[in-house]
């Protein structure tokens, strides 16, 4: 980038590294001599040198004790060059530099011996950021640090210091470069200097004023009284911006450990600061299933995360742990400016580490001025065990139930593992909690026996016993509740102890949603959706709840206008979807907004084999697009997509002709097409089939599909039998695809073949559960 400012002077951004040998006039002539040639050698030694000036991209300036580097090549030429020379000087103790780094407009010159020089504005502020410095400092100036900010990689390097300014200049925001290598994390005397020298003027200049200064007062008063009403039609935009101000994502950690398989400890430090934060009811804090979409992506834009999940605040951070050692590097950073808030760094044993996340949570609850209660600090503050080996299983069984996709075995390594940290810690209740969830887990979605049941129920109450304001005790016991005795108002008191317990928790916010529809309270479950929708926005599967409960109610224009979807879409370029779970949103979004083009786009685009909207399978666009169609009425349009659908779920139960589900799947697309017998065949056949794992749920979801093929061809009387049997069925899921409840039945699309049918009506009449 150049500038053409006049005849003969041509501006350039030059990159600037200004190095300063400390105490250097203090040294003897031959000292200074050999000094000097040190650094030369190690300067012109490093890779950023070398290639700068093979491309012709850099002048060296002597400048007495030091020289200058401007670089013409990429602003992190300096900055990765002071990496350089900082790792050389460890074979060159004696050497003591500080160094300082601005990029601005500079000038090439020539001096009175011809050579080239330069001048300007950047070489000037370069000198005046490393004046502030000590030795070993590594200063940045606040336009290098913001460029540096927008990657990732250098985040964890940068720590801001705050305005200082030397020999009477004017103050300059500079920022302090370290890590555990390099750099000095000390805070420069002159910064100190200058910062207690404000404080001493601030104070100073807030005592009692003259006298002459009181009609001045008076005047500024009645100009404030008068703005009074400006101020009041701007505050609401005010108060958005405050409360967005308390908002925080806290992205994945890095593992530094030199054993990789450390990377679940890493996982768990994370995992353990963002559950802390989500106990302050202050703060609204992203879901761990939205933040973990980060985990590898190598150059990340704050501003773009913070608009992505609605945040005006990120928490960054390293885990090293190296035998009894365990180091966390942390950092806070406001998402709208990339500018650092706060950072720390914690150098522990592995005993001292356990309530760190406490600790963690409180600064950051205090950089944010977040309001915590004395409950929330004790809550927050708790160390979970006092067996750090107890806590290292806790962290491995987390790592896994807390997956996704977590199977039967996966769920089974877990459930040991808990068991294990509580083996050697019988009071870590955190520990019975989750292993209490995992147990109600497969309960629910595995194996329906009593040694589940009984198992759940009992380590539940073991963890509220231990410890009787555990938000995660309370949600056990609220599953179990939910999920084995099917009492919804029970399950809810359990649900509403533990969202008030940790208001940020999504997955406590979905289980309050899902009751309150099957209640029939729709709107208060759309309500509660909305508000999991902001604590984890980029979970395909909320997305899915709002656009069911959305198209449930029949609202169509709502179900394809929710933000938090939109924002999932615009987040997820097409073809960037392996399982084509958001694809299969991208295309619904499209389809309810009756845009058939963008949907026909969205999956061209997807790299997927097949959809996974309703589970296993291959779910084809045009069965969704045929079962809309036939929705609004259009039973013609409906017929050409159905055909399309039906190859393809033919070849489905081709490629599995053991998945009761594709078998379902396909029946109920005959049903759609008119094909009663062979609708009825594969219903028939899938419930007779028994699903290899997930038995209990499966085989309820199997009759839901059989129940809904009988209404569509026709035969009411056996789909009624088939409905009342499923009503009274304990475990029917309550899942996005197909639940059976008197409130489904009241309000879904799919039912409406029966809606005439008296018994029908009656079935309505039943209590809804």
Request: proline share 4%.
């Amino acid at each position: 980038m150049s500038t053409n400012v006049g005849p003969g002077v041509r501006l350039e951004i030059g990159h600037v590294l200004f190095i300063d040998l400390v105490g250097y006039s203090k040294l003897l002539l031959d000292e200074q001599r050999e000094h000097l040639q040190c650094l030369t050698d190690i300067v012109l030694n490093t890779e950023q040198v070398r290639a700068a000036e093979g491309a012709d991209k850099l002048i060296r300036l002597p400048t007495g004790d030091g020289m200058a580097l401007v670089f013409f090549n990429s602003p992190e030429a300096p900055v990765r060059c002071a990496i350089e020379i900082g790792k050389g000087l460890k074979q060159n103790p004696h050497l003591k530099l500080r160094m300082g780094i601005h990029s601005g407009p500079v000038n090439e010159v020539r001096d009175v011996n011809g050579r080239a020089n330069v001048a300007g504005a950047g070489i000037n502020i370069a000198q005046r950021v490393m004046d502030c410095g000590d030795a070993g400092h590594i200063l940045l100036s606040k336009r290098v640090a913001e460029d540096l900010a927008h990657s990732r990689q250098w985040r964890t390097y940068l720590h801001d210091l705050g305005e200082c300014a030397v020999k009477h200049g004017v103050p300059i925001f500079i920022v302090n470069l370290y890590t555990d290598e390099i750099g000095n994390g000390q805070l420069p005397e002159k910064v100190k200097q200058w910062q207690s020298e404000q404080a001493r003027q601030a104070a100073s200049s807030s005592s009692i004023p003259p006298r002459k200064y009181v009609l001045i007062a008076a005047a500024a008063l009645l100009i404030a009284v008068a703005s009074f009403g400006v101020w009041l039609y701007f505050k609401q935009s005010e108060v958005t911006s405050l409360v967005l101000e308390k908002t925080i994502a806290v992205l994945p950690f890095q593992n530094f450990s030199p054993d990789k398989d450390n990377a679940f400890f890493a996982d768990g430090v994370q995992d353990d600061i963002l559950t802390s934060l989500a106990k302050i009811k202050d703060l609204r804090v992203i879901s761990r299933s939205s933040v973990m979409k980060f985990r590898d992506v190598a150059e990340q834009n704050l501003r773009q995360i913070g608009k992505t999940l609605g945040v005006a605040n990120v928490l960054e951070g390293s885990v090293r742990r190296e035998g009894d050692r365990v180091v966390v590097n942390v950092q806070l950073i406001n998402a709208q400016n990339a500018r650092q808030i706060w950072a720390n760094r914690y150098d522990r044993t592995l005993a001292d580490s356990l309530g760190l996340q406490g600790e963690l949570a409180s600064e950051i609850a205090d950089a944010l001025r977040a309001t915590l209660s004395t409950d929330e600090q004790a809550r927050v503050t708790a160390k979970p065990t006092q067996n750090p080996d107890a806590y290292v299983f806790y962290l491995r069984a987390n790592q896994i139930s807390r997956n996704p996709d977590t199977l039967l075995e996966d769920y089974k390594t877990a459930e040991q593992l808990y068991m294990q940290a509580i083996a050697l810690d019988p009071n870590f209740a955190l520990a019975h909690a989750r292993l209490a969830s995992v147990c109600a887990e497969i309960f629910h979605y595995y194996q329906p026996t009593e040694d589940w049941k009984n198992k759940a129920r009992t380590e539940a109450q073991i963890a509220l016993r231990l410890q009787p304001n555990l938000a995660e005790a309370h949600f056990a016991l609220g599953q179990c509740i939910y999920w084995m005795d099917q009492d919804y108002d029970r399950a809810l008191e359990q649900f509403d102890v533990a969202a008030r317990l940790a208001p940020s928790n999504g997955d406590i916010g979905r289980l309050i949603a899902a009751i309150k529809r099957r209640q029939g309270k729709w709107g208060q479950s759309l309500e509660e959706y909305e508000r999991v929708a902001k604590l984890d926005p980029q979970n395909p599967n909320t997305i899915r709840e709002l656009i069911f409960t959305n198209t449930a109610m029949r609202r169509w224009p709502e179900a394809a206008d929710t933000s938090a979807l939109k924002s999932l879409l615009n987040q997820v370029p097409p073809g960037v979807d392996p399982d084509g779970g958001v694809t299969a949103v991208r295309w619904e979004v499209a389809m309810l907004d009756r845009d058939y083009a963008a949907a026909r786009r969205a999956i061209g685009a997807s790299t997927a084999k097949e959809l996974s909207y309703t589970g296993e399978g291959s779910t084809p666009r045009s069965f969704f697009e045929g079962s809309i169609a036939l929705a609004k009425g259009d039973a013609v349009g409906a017929q050409k997509h159905f055909k399309e659908a039906a190859p393809i779920l033919e070849n489905a139960v081709k490629e599995a002709p053991l998945s009761a589900i594709r078998h379902a799947n396909l029946g109920w697309l005959y049903a759609f097409m008119g094909r009663k017998e062979d609708a009825i065949r594969e219903g028939r056949q899938a419930v007779e089939m028994k699903p290899e794992s997930k038995d209990a749920v499966d085989g309820v979801i199997v009759n839901c599909y059989l129940a809904l093929i009988y209404a569509r061809v026709g035969e009411k009387d056996l789909a009624l039998t088939l409905l009342e049997r499923l009503i009274k069925t304990p475990g029917a899921v309550d899942s996005v695809d197909y639940s059976i409840t008197i409130n489904d039945l009241k309000h879904r699309w799919e039912w409406d073949p029966l809606r005439s049918d008296p018994r029908f009506q009656k079935l309505l009449e039943k209590p809804a559960k």
